[in-house]
């Protein structure tokens, strides 16, 4: 038997429960939820409701259970330190200790992350700790601007020039406001192009990747209205993405594994979980939106049921101590 501690209660949390199910390795599930899934609940031979940054409850229940590893959904327990919390107590995770979850956590963190590795993928920007030279910086980015605090913000804290303001005099003024909270803010040039989402399985040595998929941030039909966190997500039938060609995939996947070693090289740790590079494909090439560190909600769902592999045995295999 095999007993697994699922953490997160969305569509996420459901498709990794039911790829956990569908595990010839005698699963039995545990999950940890803030609210009830009663989906996620039928799959679970026992669970336990409580917040995310509750970890001695997290860690009880793992001890409990007798849990051979945990795989973390969504990023808050992350950032709260759940994977730490976890190995102290014995237990491995699929899913990235609080530093390398900065990947996620912290969107400066990753832009200096590519510059000092000499990454492909970074777009211009500059971080600023006060509000002097920010104009300056803004005029000299014809293509427009994006305005990034640098926290986790539910996929509602960027800014895009044109969607959220019209002119680098007004993007200054928003830059004023984050940084009136004490906190440093990313500018950016902005991209134009097609977004894609290439959700990564990731040991800490190996990158192996999952097929893209788009996730629609328009609020309506027809790429019209707001942008939002993500109203689903979609690939073709053969699991592929027309406006893409096989370069930009295997561009993705080259930043993903040179962001791995760098990882490793910038914390001496392994990052053992989820690698989800959000990507823009653009006429120079393919750039790095952002990092996610685990699955995107709802993409999980596009590419967990595609799986021919025992996914207990691919957890198994990332989530082993070296
Ligand atoms: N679908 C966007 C995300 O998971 O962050």
Do not use: W
């Amino acid at each position: 038997m095999t007993k697994v501690l699922l953490i997160g209660n969305g569509a996420r949390e459901h498709a990794i429960a039911e790829a956990i199910k569908r595990s010839g390795c005698d699963p039995r599930l545990y999950s940890y939820m803030k609210t009830n899934n009663p989906g996620i609940a039928s799959l679970s031979h026992d669970l336990r409701l409580g917040n995310y940054d509750d970890l001695a409850a997290i860690c009880t229940f793992a001890k409990d259970a007798g849990i051979e590893f945990a795989i973390i959904g969504p990023e808050d327990p992350l950032q709260n330190g759940v994977v730490d919390a976890l190995s102290e107590a014995g237990f491995p995770s699929v899913g990235p200790t609080r530093s390398l979850a900065r990947l996620e956590t912290s969107k400066i963190f990753t832009r200096r992350l590519l510059e000092k590795y000499s990454i492909p993928g970074n777009p211009r920007f500059k971080v600023f700790d006060t509000p002097h030279a920010i104009l300056d910086f803004l005029k000299t980015l014809e293509e427009g601007s994006v305005i990034k605090p640098d926290g986790l913000t539910g996929g509602k804290g960027v800014m895009v020039q044109g969607d959220h303001f019209s002119t680098p005099e007004e993007a200054l003024l928003l830059c004023e406001t984050i940084l009136k909270t004490g906190a440093p803010v990313l500018v950016e040039e902005r991209l134009d192009g097609e977004e894609f989402s290439l959700q990564c399985f990731c040991d800490g040595k190996t990158v192996v990747a999952t097929p893209a998929v788009q996730d629609h941030k328009r609020r309506f039909e027809g790429d019209s209205g707001p942008n939002t966190g993500g109203m689903g997500s979609y690939s073709y039938p053969d699991r592929s993405l027309p406006f893409l060609i096989p370069s930009d995939i295997e561009d993705g996947v080259e930043i993903t594994r040179k962001i791995s070693e760098a990882l490793f090289k910038e914390t001496g740790e392994l990052y053992k979980g989820i690698m989800y590079g959000g990507f823009m494909a653009t006429k120079e090439g393919v750039k790095l939106l952002e990092y996610n560190a685990r699955f995107g909600d709802p993409e999980a769902m596009n590419v967990l049921p595609l799986i021919k592999s025992d996914f207990i045995e691919v957890c198994r295999a990332i989530s082993k101590v070296h």
